[in-house]
C-alpha cells in the first residue's frame, strides 16, 4: 500500500509537469499562430490544453488499472493507496500551490503597484518572477490536480462498492464468475469510454470561417457528452449483464447529466454578463464594503443549483439503479463516476483559459499590432466562460465523488447505519463540519502571515539594492520564490495535520458510526464553503473587469478602488481556500477508509 | 392551538414592550445618577435591564405554565403552538427588526457623513430618527427577542420528550402517576428554579467603594450559576425521584457548565485586548482587503469553541442521564434546560450595555462635564464584555435548544434512526443545510436593496427642501421611518417563506426521516453561520474602535478607513443575518414538528 501510494503521487506528478510543460510552451506558439488569424491559433491553444486533460485521465486509469491487473479484486485496498498518494500530492498542489501564488501575487501588487507606483510584472520588482510562477502553478497544474484526485477517488470508491455488492451475488450463486469481474471493474471500463469519447469530442472543436472559440467549446464538451453515453451503451450491452446493465446505464447518464446542469448554472453566478456580477459591480459605486457584502451574498446563494442539482443525481441514480436491481449504493458511485467520465474534454477546454490569457499578454508585451490583440480577445473571452462552467462542475463532481467514498467507508467497516440520533454520531458530524470552515480560515491567514514576510523582503530589496529603480540592477528575485517555497510549505502544516488527525481522533474515540457522521459533517460543509468561495471570488474577479472595462467609471475611479478590494478579497478565497476544500475532505475520506480496519479494531467503544 | 400561538406571540411583544420602555427611561436616568458617582448610576443601568431579563423569562414561563394547566399532558401540542407564535414574532422582531436599523443605519451614515459631511446623529439628516428607533428595537428588542424563542422551545421540547419517555415508563408500572407528572413538568421547574436564582443573583450584582461594574456584573452570574445549581438539586431532592433525580440534576449542571464555558471563548475572539481583534486592527494597515480576510478568518475559526462545547455538552449530558436509569434524549434536552435556565440574569446583563452606552451619549451631548462622562466610559467597558459573553451564549443556547428540538421532533413522529446512508436523509440533509446560508444572503441583500431606496429619500430631502441643510426647515423624518418599516417587512417575506415552504415541501416529498434530515442538516450550518457571523462582527466592530481609540494611526488615518470597511461588513453580519440564523432555525424544526402529524399521514413515500 505504500508503494501504491508513491505511485499516486507520482502519477500525479507526472501527468501535471506533461500538462504544464506543454502549456507554457502552447503560450507563445498561440500568439505567434494568432498573426496568422484566429482559425490558426485556436486548435494550438485548444491542443495544448488537451495534453493536460488526457495526460491527467490517463495517468489517472493507466495507474488503477495497473494496479488492479496485479493485485486483483480482492486488494482493493492497494487502489485506496495510489488514490490516497494522489490526493496528497494534489493537497499539496492545491493548498501550499495557493499558498504560494497569493502570497507573491498579494506582495507584488501591494509593494510594486501601490507603494513604489511601477506597473504590474515590471521586472525590477523581486516578486515577479515568483508572482508568474504562481499563475502558472495555481491555473493549469493546481486546476488539474483539483480534479484528477476526485477523478481517481470515484473510480475507487465504486470499485470497493461494486465488489461488495457482487460478493453478495455471488454468494447466492445469482451471478457468474465473469458478471463478478465485470460488476467491479465497470467504473474503469465507463471511465475508459470517457476517454475515448473526449478524444472523439475534441475532433469536433473546430471554428468555422467566422465561427467563435466559445461555440467550439461547447460543440466539443456535448458532443463528447453523447458520444460517452452512446459508447457506454453500447460497452454495457456487450457485455451481456441483463437488467443491471440497464440500470448502471441510467446512474451513469443521471450523473452526465447533472454535472452539465451544475456547471451551466454556476456559470451564471460568475459569467461578466449576467445580474450577480452586474449588481456586484454597480454595488462598487457605493463603496468597497457594499461590493463586499453583494459578492459575498450572491457567492452564497450561487449553492443552490449545485447541491440541488447533487440531491437529484444522487437521488435519481439511486433510485434508476435500484429499479433495475442494481445496489442502489453502487448506483449513486456510478453516477458520480459518469459525472466524472469526460472530464479529459472538460480539462483541456478549462486549460485552454489560462493559455490564451497567457498569449493575449505575450502579444501585448511583444507588440504584435491591434488585429493579433483583437484575436486573442475574442479567445479569451471564450476561456473565461470554460473555465466558470468546469470550476462549478469540478466541485460538484468532486461533492458526489466523495459521496461515493463516504459510501465505500461504510462498505469497508461494513456499516448499515449513520444514525443521526446517536449522541456519537452528532458529535462526529459537528466536529465534521467543523473542518472545512476551520481549515479555509488557516490557509487564509496562511497567505497573510506568509504575504506579510515577502512584502517585508521586496522593501528590504528596493532599499538596500542600489540602483534596483533605475533598472541598472537586478532584484535578487530567487530570494522572494525561496520564501514562498519555504512559506507554503509551512504553513502547510497545520492544515494538513489536522486533516489527518481529526478523522482518527473522531474514529478512535468514538468509533467507526460517529467517523461515517464525520465525513458526512465534512462533505456537508466541505460542499457549501467550495462553492461559495470559488463563486464569490470568481464574481468579484469579473465586477472588476467589467468596470475596468471602462463601466460606473472605469479604471481609477472610486468604484474601481471598491471593486479591487472584493477582488484581492476574492483571490485567496477562489485561489487557495476554496479549491483546497474539495481535496481536503477527500484526503480525510480516504484517511478514514484506509485505516477503517485499525479503527473497527481498537476504538475505544462506549456509552 | 391557533389561539396559543397568538397567545405566544402576543406574551414576548408584552415584555418586549415591558424591556424596551423600561430601558429607554433608564438611559436618561443612568446619566442623571452619574452625576452623583459611579456607585449610584450603577444600579440604575442594572436594575433597568433587569426588568427586560426578568418580564422575558417571566412572560414566557407564566404562558407556558398556564397552557399546560389548562391542558394537560395530553395536548402539550398546543404548547408546541404557543412556541411557534413566541417565534414568529421573534423572526419579526430580530429578521425585520435587523432589516430596519441596518437599512437605517446604511443610509444615514453613507449620505449624512460621506456625502453632505454632517456630523453623526445631527437632526438635519431625515433618517437620523430611523437610525435611532433602530438602536433600540436592535440592541433591546432584538437581543430579547434572540433568546425567548429559544428559551420556550427548549422547555416545550425537553416536556415532550419527558412524557415519551414517561409514557413508557408507566406502562411498564415502572413509575406512580405523581412522578408521571414530575418527569413532564421537570423543565418547568428547572427554569422557575432558574428565574429564583437570578433574581437572588441579581442581589449581589454591586460594585463597591472601588469595585469594578464588570466585576459587579459577573459576580451576578456565577452567583446565579451557584443558586441555581443548589436550588435545582434541593427540587429534585425533595420531589423524590431517586435515582432519576440525580442523571437529571448532573444533565442540568453539564448544560449549566457549557454555557458558561462557550460564552466565555466567545469573549476570547470578539475582546478588543485579546490577538483577533487586535491582529485584525493591525492587518487594516495593509488595507480593507486584508482587514476583511483578517476578519473573515477569525470568525471562521471562533466557531471551534462553542461546536466543542456543544458537542460536550452533548454527550456528557446523554451519558450522564443514562448513567441513572434516565432516557438519555431526555438527558439532553434537560442539558439545553439548564444551559438556558439563568437567562434572567443574563439577559439582564446584556441590557444593561445599551443602557450605559446610551446614558454615556446623553451625558456627552447634554455636556454633564469630564467626570461623569468618565464614569460613563467605565460604565459601558464593562457592558461591552457582558454584551459579547451574552451572544455567544445566545447561539451556543439556542444549538442545543434546536438539538432538543430535533429530538422532540422525532419523538413526535415516531422515528428512532435518522439514516444517513438513506438517499432521501442525504437529500434532506443537503437542502437543510444550504437554508441558512441562502437565508443569511438574501437578508444582507435585503438590507442592501432597501438602504437604496432610502438613500435615495434621504438624497431627495436635502435637495428639494429649502433651507434644510440651514437648520431652518425640518426634514420629513417619518417619511425614512415609513422607508425603513415597509421595506423591511417586504423584504422579510421571502426569507419567512423559503423557511416554512422548504421543511414541509422536504417532508411531503420525502417524508419524516428525511424531514429529520433537514432539520439536523440547518440545525449544523445554522449554528456555523450565526456563530462566524455573529463573531466576525464584532471582532470587526472592536478593530475598528481599537483604531479609534488612536492605535495604528488613529481616526482618519488609512488603517481607519479600511477598519471601517470591515465595520461595515460586519454590521448586517452580526445584527441582521446573524442572529435572524437562530429563530430560522427554529422556526423551521417547529413547522416540522407542528406538521408532523399531517406529514406521516400525507407523505409522498417512495423508494
Request: glycine residues 12%; charged residues 15%; proline residues 4%.
Amino acid at each position: 500500500m505504500a508503494l501504491a501510494y508513491i505511485l499516486g503521487s507520482f502519477c500525479t506528478a507526472i501527468a501535471a509537469f506533461f500538462g504544464m510543460t506543454a502549456a507554457t510552451r502552447a503560450n507563445v506558439k498561440t500568439a505567434n499562430a494568432a498573426r496568422k488569424g484566429l482559425n490558426q491559433a485556436f486548435p494550438v491553444a485548444f491542443y495544448g490544453g488537451a495534453v493536460m486533460g488526457l495526460s491527467i485521465v490517463g495517468m489517472a486509469l493507466l495507474g488503477v488499472s495497473v494496479l488492479y491487473y496485479i493485485y486483483g479484486p480482492e486488494q482493493l485496498d492497494i487502489i485506496l493507496g495510489f488514490s490516497f498518494g494522489a490526493s496528497a500530492l494534489a493537497l499539496f498542489a492545491k493548498a501550499g500551490g495557493g499558498i504560494y501564488t497569493k502570497t507573491a501575487d498579494i506582495s507584488a501588487d501591494l509593494v510594486g503597484k501601490v507603494e513604489i507606483g511601477i506597473p504590474e510584472d515590471d521586472p525590477r520588482n523581486p516578486a515577479v518572477i515568483a508572482d508568474n510562477v504562481g499563475d502558472n502553478v495555481g491555473d493549469v497544474a493546481g486546476m488539474g490536480a483539483d480534479l484528477i484526485d476526485s477523478y481517481i477517488a470515484g473510480t475507487i470508491a465504486a470499485m470497493i462498492i461494486g465488489k461488495a455488492w457482487a460478493d453478495t451475488l455471488i454468494e447466492s450463486n445469482a451471478i457468474t464468475n465473469t458478471t463478478y469481474v465485470i460488476l467491479v471493474i465497470l467504473p474503469l471500463l465507463i471511465k475508459a469510454s470517457g476517454i475515448i469519447a473526449s478524444v472523439i469530442g475534441m475532433l469536433f472543436v473546430r471554428v468555422g470561417k467566422r465561427g467563435s472559440p466559445g461555440a467550439a467549446l461547447n460543440r466539443g464538451t456535448f458532443s463528447t457528452g453523447i458520444v460517452f453515453a452512446v459508447l457506454t451503451f453500447l460497452i454495457i450491452h456487450f457485455l451481456g449483464i441483463g437488467d443491471y446493465g440497464l440500470g448502471i446505464f441510467f446512474a451513469t447518464v443521471a450523473g452526465l447529466i447533472a454535472g452539465v446542469v451544475i456547471g451551466i448554472t454556476t456559470d451564471f453566478f460568475t459569467s461578466i454578463d449576467r445580474p450577480p456580477v452586474l449588481k456586484t459591480a454597480e454595488a462598487s459605486k457605493t463603496g468597497a464594503a457594499i461590493n463586499i457584502l453583494s459578492g459575498f451574498s450572491y457567492g452564497t446563494i450561487s449553492i443552490v443549483p449545485p447541491v440541488l442539482g447533487i440531491v437529484v443525481a444522487t437521488l435519481a441514480s439511486w433510485y434508476l439503479a435500484a429499479r433495475f436491481g442494481v445496489d442502489p449504493v453502487y448506483g449513486v458511485a456510478i453516477g458520480a463516476v459518469g459525472m466524472l467520465a469526460t472530464l479529459g474534454m472538460i480539462i483541456s477546454a478549462d486549460a485552454y483559459g489560462p493559455i490564451v490569457d497567457n498569449a493575449k499578454g505575450i502579444a501585448e508585451q511583444s507588440g504584435l499590432g491591434e488585429e493579433v490583440i483583437e484575436i486573442g480577445d475574442k479567445l479569451d473571452a471564450a476561456g473565461n466562460t470554460a473555465k466558470a462552467i468546469s470550476k462549478g462542475f469540478a466541485i460538484g463532481a468532486a461533492a458526489l465523488q466523495v459521496l461515493a467514498l463516504f459510501a465505500a467507508y461504510a462498505v469497508v467497516v461494513g456499516i448499515e447505519t449513520v444514525n443521526l440520533m446517536d449522541p456519537k454520531v452528532i458529535a462526529g458530524v459537528f466536529v465534521g463540519a467543523m473542518m472545512p470552515p476551520l481549515l479555509s480560515a488557516l490557509l487564509i491567514l496562511a497567505v497573510g502571515r506568509n504575504g506579510f514576510r515577502m512584502i517585508q523582503e521586496v522593501r528590504r530589496q528596493f532599499k538596500e539594492i542600489p540602483g534596483l529603480m533605475e533598472g541598472k540592477a537586478k532584484p535578487d528575485y530567487a530570494a522572494c520564490v525561496d520564501i514562498a517555497t519555504k512559506g507554503a510549505l509551512k504553513e502547510l502544516m497545520l492544515p494538513c495535520v489536522i486533516a489527518i488527525i481529526a478523522p482518527l481522533a473522531v474514529g478512535f474515540i468514538f468509533g467507526t458510526e460517529a467517523l461515517g457522521g464525520f465525513l458526512a459533517g465534512s462533505i456537508l460543509t466541505g460542499i457549501i464553503f467550495a462553492l461559495f468561495m470559488a463563486n464569490s471570488g470568481g464574481l468579484w474577479d469579473n465586477a472588476k473587469k467589467y468596470i475596468e472595462a471602462g463601466e460606473f467609471g472605469g479604471k481609477g475611479s472610486e468604484a474601481h478602488k471598491a471593486a479591487v478590494v472584493g477582488d484581492t478579497v476574492g483571490d485567496p478565497f477562489k485561489d487557495t481556500a476554496g479549491p483546497s476544500l474539495n481535496t481536503m475532505i477527500t484526503v480525510m475520506a480516504l484517511v478514514a477508509s484506509v485505516f477503517a480496519p485499525l479503527i473497527a479494531t481498537f476504538a475505544l467503544v462506549w456509552g
